[in-house]
């Protein structure tokens, strides 16, 4: 009698589900690879994102799964007050010894207890002088500084609370010598420092169903948006809840849904714009409220002087949509006040891929910015300022040699920070 032949099996695989092998340093603790592992099966199901750069053309990629395991991880950050046991992408500068962790200047505070830079483009970083590390674990999740003892920018001193640096490689990541090098002088030694290689085990037949998911729901798989499918019936087979935490629970699943608006995908909108609404579920629609009118009809925008307005045109309606100067400076400043981002870098933006919303509350933004490299990153916000950060987007484009004082105006840099 002839035994039935097995499926093969993915090399370095010992089961079809999706496996994570930790390398280097060992895990502080075994919650610590089921915390992440979970992030990492559900990211690894997301395919590339394809963009095309709004300044020079060209056309790039990037990769969702290391987006979507950020923005998790960001998720439980944000929905925590940043007093969490994990925190994703620190950015560090790498001119001192040891490292320094970056933290927020959003809104000009100064905070010896305030959060970590959310930016990858923190103020006062210097090319070639900054590494972003996939994860840092740090020893005491009530002491939001995430580095090792030492200074902050500013001067303070502060304890040693980096538990470990961990470094996540989905199949076809490569972990480089000088990334290795750095990881490890930022953690404090081989020992903090830790990969978790995250391998796809499962049989072609599974990762089918990821590929039809992501064709139906995902429009980012054509890097041009005039050929992105918007389906207005949302799939039968929902999509796995996102495994995220909080100091409550969260009411009802959340899902990531993917769609996508910025400075030139806003063109590439107006004939779809309205499918591509109705496509997303009844909770997301609502923060889309305020600006679905400009997302989906031909209009022009306009710098009302007289009145220290900005307003947008409806070209079919007549409908006008207006903003004053100080509603602006407000938008600005709460946008500020989670992202952590910069009239320079928002001048950068050209893409702002919507990913999903936590427990009514946090939406998932993945903000792409034109540098001299292309660099994405996730922003967990309230939901509510989805509108706001759209607005700006398109207005810093169309307007920003007026928009500049105005924004930047001592009334934009006023306040407390997240």
Same mark, same amino acid.
């Given at each position: 009698?002839?035994?039935?032949?097995?499926?093969?099996?993915?090399?370095?695989?010992?089961?079809?589900?999706?496996?994570?092998?930790?390398?280097?340093?060992?895990?502080?603790?075994? &919650?610590?690879?089921?915390?992440?592992?979970?992030?990492?099966?559900?990211?690894?199901?997301?395919?590339?994102?394809?963009?095309?750069?709004?300044?020079?053309?060209?056309?790039?990629?990037?990769?969702?799964?290391?987006?979507?395991?950020?923005?998790?991880?960001?998720?439980?950050?944000?929905?925590?007050?940043?007093?969490?046991?994990?925190?994703?992408?620190?950015?560090?500068?790498?001119?001192?010894?040891?490292?320094?962790?970056?933290?927020?200047?959003?809104?000009?505070?100064?905070?010896?207890?305030?959060?970590?830079?959310?930016?990858?483009?923190?103020?006062?970083?210097?090319?070639?002088?900054?590494?972003?590390?996939?994860?840092?674990?740090?020893?005491?999740?009530?002491?939001?500084?995430? &580095?090792?003892?030492?200074?902050?920018?500013? &001067?303070?001193?502060?304890?040693?609370?980096?538990?470990?640096?961990?470094?996540?490689?989905?199949?076809?990541?490569?972990?480089?010598?000088?990334?290795?090098?750095?990881?490890?002088?930022?953690?404090?030694?081989?020992?903090?420092?830790?990969?978790?290689?995250?391998?796809?085990?499962?049989?072609?037949?599974?990762?089918?169903?990821?590929?039809?998911?992501?064709?139906?729901?995902?429009?980012?798989?054509?890097?041009?948006?005039?050929?992105?499918?918007?389906?207005?019936?949302?799939?039968?087979?929902?999509?796995?809840?996102?495994?995220?935490?909080?100091?409550?629970?969260?009411?009802?699943?959340?899902?990531?849904?993917?769609?996508?608006?910025?400075?030139?995908?806003?063109? &590439?909108?107006?004939?779809?714009?309205?499918?591509?609404?109705?496509?997303?579920?009844?909770?997301?629609?609502?923060?889309?409220?305020?600006?679905?009118?400009?997302?989906?009809?031909?209009?022009?925008?306009?710098?009302?002087?007289?009145?220290?307005?900005?307003?947008?045109?409806?070209?079919?309606?007549?409908?006008?949509?207006?903003?004053?100067?100080?509603?602006?400076?407000?938008?600005?400043?709460?946008?500020?006040?989670?992202?952590?981002?910069?009239?320079?870098?928002?001048?950068?933006?050209?893409?702002?891929?919507?990913?999903?919303?936590?427990?009514?509350?946090?939406?998932?933004?993945?903000?792409?910015?034109?540098?001299?490299?292309?660099?994405?990153?996730?922003?967990?916000? /309230?939901?509510?300022?989805?509108?706001?950060?759209?607005?700006?987007?398109?207005?810093?484009?169309?307007?920003? /040699?007026?928009?500049?004082?105005?924004?930047?105006?001592?009334?934009?840099?006023?306040?407390?920070?997240?």
């Amino acid at each position: 009698m002839v035994s039935p032949r097995l499926p093969e099996l993915p090399q370095g695989c010992t089961t079809t589900s999706i496996e994570g092998t930790v390398k280097e340093a060992p895990l502080p603790s075994p &919650g610590n690879k089921k915390y992440l592992m979970e992030k990492a099966e559900f990211a690894i199901k997301f395919p590339k994102l394809g963009i095309r750069g709004s300044k020079s053309g060209d056309e790039y990629s990037i990769e969702l799964k290391q987006i979507v395991m950020s923005g998790l991880i960001r998720a439980d950050e944000y929905r925590f007050g940043f007093n969490w046991d994990y925190k994703a992408e620190v950015s560090f500068d790498m001119r001192f010894e040891p490292p320094r962790p970056f933290l927020s200047s959003s809104l000009g505070a100064q905070d010896p207890g305030r959060r970590h830079s959310l930016t990858p483009f923190p103020k006062g970083f210097l090319g070639g002088k900054l590494r972003r590390p996939d994860i840092t674990i740090v020893k005491d999740k009530n002491v939001r500084w995430p &580095g090792q003892a030492g200074s902050d920018h500013q &001067g303070v001193v502060h304890p040693d609370n980096l538990e470990r640096i961990v470094e996540v490689k989905f199949p076809g990541d490569t972990l480089y010598a000088d990334q290795r090098r750095d990881y490890i002088e930022i953690s404090g030694g081989p020992k903090k420092f830790s990969v978790l290689e995250v391998t796809d085990c499962r049989d072609n037949g599974e990762r089918e169903k990821d590929r039809e998911y992501n064709a139906q729901t995902n429009p980012t798989l054509a890097s041009d948006p005039r050929k992105w499918p918007f389906p207005v019936e949302r799939p039968k087979e929902a999509p796995t809840p996102v495994p995220v935490y909080g100091p409550a629970p969260t009411a009802k699943p959340a899902y990531l849904e993917a769609w996508t608006l910025a400075q030139e995908v806003v063109e &590439g909108l107006r004939e779809d714009g309205k499918n591509a609404i109705e496509a997303l579920s009844q909770e997301v629609r609502q923060y889309f409220e305020d600006v679905s009118a400009w997302l989906t009809q031909k209009g022009e925008w306009i710098r009302q002087e007289a009145g220290k307005a900005w307003e947008w045109v409806s070209e079919s309606t007549g409908e006008v949509m207006r903003w004053t100067d100080e509603q602006v400076r407000e938008m600005w400043k709460e946008v500020q006040k989670y992202t952590d981002l910069s009239l320079e870098v928002l001048k950068e933006i050209t893409w702002v891929q919507w990913l999903g919303g936590i427990a009514a509350t946090v939406a998932l933004v993945v903000i792409v910015v034109n540098a001299p490299t292309v660099v994405a990153f996730v922003a967990a916000i /309230p939901a509510s300022l989805i509108f706001a950060l759209a607005s700006l987007v398109r207005m810093v484009h169309l307007f920003w /040699p007026k928009l500049v004082p105005i924004l930047s105006a001592p009334a934009a840099l006023a306040g407390a920070n997240a």
